[in-house]
């Protein structure tokens, strides 16, 4: 049974507008094994968080969004899943860390109420109280000393670092089968996000958590995940194992990346002006990557 | 909560700076509007000593500085003097008036808050669906008339075509209520006479809509714009991508941040009320302080306009200040202006 938790083939997306369509994803295919950490990277406007709202039905309520394709959770077709279903998957099989994560906590609401909410998605008739004892040994896991301050706190007394391992630990609580982290910690320093990055790294594996981790940035992706998809305009162009990717780049788009990127700092990708047709050559698959079943 | 303290004590601080600017401003202007009090108050056919004798009376041949002395003087031992209207105290004319317009002003506020905040929440969460277009329109169409219009508007036509409401007054003559907190509603609870609160309570329905109907358009477009720009931000797209329920997202998540730039905005209503009540109350015949107001300007009555106005801009500034207390009370950013961690 070596089903994998997340399987996408040719996944397509139009927005309608009264101009007309317009193609923002021409047929991506992904998949991610249990346990596994996969990366999607790609220039800025390249489809990286849509696909992550897809597969978390958020876009599918959207009513300008044209969505088709094959997409699987754990051997269920989501497609043929009725809203109310898939929003059942949310928050307890899936889960989700943002860009910010000062300003994806709810400022008007303590730490504490939103863990009380994100717990009562498994356990809905459970008690303040055991709420709050059950979030605090979950920010003891992200190494936080004193948790119950930081639960009777608001997001906006908290540091960014501070704010991004309550985010973890709330992501993690309800021991989800996928995580999705859409450019986790871009908006904290350096060494903040490596450090948090490093916790969510240990607790993933711990918990054998399959993560689709989207991100700009290719040292970390580096570090982080054990196989890669490089995204360009809406199509994947590349993927196979970190290691082989990243030594051995194949499509013209990703090595344009990888010797672009040694020149900025930070590791970010830059926007590779489109110089060359080639770009838009078919995907490379590297052999070793085991993607396919 | 300490920053709450502060907060009361600055605002309690400025408050008695602008009523003692208020007092003097309107000591002046009343007396500087023409017509010589005295003469007013006993008529045309007093002689000249005895309107000489009331001058003297009243300090008015002193400078109005030495005037204004008095006056403070007589206000700190809680004296706001003598009306030549009624011949009685203006702080006993007050306080049978005042009640009465605060009961109006305090209902219309409620309505406005509990009708206007639900309706800009749902016209939010169903955005261009149907029941929000109806909910635009008619919020735009409580806006677009000042209050006494919709008064004359509402008796018209629920209390003369339709007769389903009292045309007039606080409460049917028939009732006497021992006057407790001067307010009826209350008042006639203490009595326990059920049937004249229902009574009272049905003469406040259309006065107290005609006061709220633009307040309440004004909260529901408010709300409805601020939920909507709360809608976008990542906070929601948090909750979304966790699951919470779009009810419980639409009532609390969303609604209460959206709720604090509405606060300033809606507590700003409530203090016009206190103005547009005196229109309100002039339509229907409403026992306030408006009736009051009105019969002693043109008797230029000067303890009586001077009193008058400094207990509306006191009950204004207090208005004020509750609303700053509401929203320190559910913004917490201003309540702990301080970054721990
Ligand atoms: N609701 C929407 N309606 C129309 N177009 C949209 C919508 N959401 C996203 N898009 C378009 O889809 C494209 C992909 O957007 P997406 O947010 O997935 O980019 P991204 O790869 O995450 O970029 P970034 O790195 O900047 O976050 C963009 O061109 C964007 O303008
Ligand atoms: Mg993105």
Redesign the pocket.
Known sequence: MNQPTLNIENLQLG?KSHVGM?K?LHGISLNIRKGERVALV?E????????ARIILGLLQT?P?ARISGVLEFEGRDLTKLSAKQRHALRGTEMSMIFQDPTSALNPVYTIAVQFTEVLRRRQPKLKKLLAFEQAAAALRQVAIDEPERVLNSYSFQLSGGMNQRVMIAMALINNPTLLIAD?PGTALDVSVQAQTLDLMHKLVQEHQTSVLFIS?NLGVVRDFADRVYVIYKGRIVEEGATQLLFSNPQHPYTQALMSAVPRITGGGIPNIPDVSDRYSDPAYIHPASGGEL | MPTSFIILFKRLFTSFIVLIGVSMLIFTIARIIPGDPARIALGPNATLEAVANLRANLHLDESIIVQYGYFIWNLLHGDLGISLYTNRPVLLDIGQFLPATLELVFVAGFIMVAIGLPLGAIAARYRGKFIDHVIRILSLLGVSAPSFVWAVILMLMFAFYLPIFPIAGRITDSYTIQAVTGFLLLDTLIAGEYRAFGDAFWHLILPAFALALSGIGQAARLTRANMIETYDKPYIEMAQSYGFSEKRIASKFAFKPSLIPSMTIIGLDFAAMLGNAFLVEAVFAWPGLSRYGVAVILRKDLNAIVGTVLVISATFLIVNIIVDLLIAFINPRIRFSTRRS
């Open positions: 927005f317009s923002v790609g800025s406007g390249s489809g990286k968080s849509v696909t959207l300008t450019e700009h």
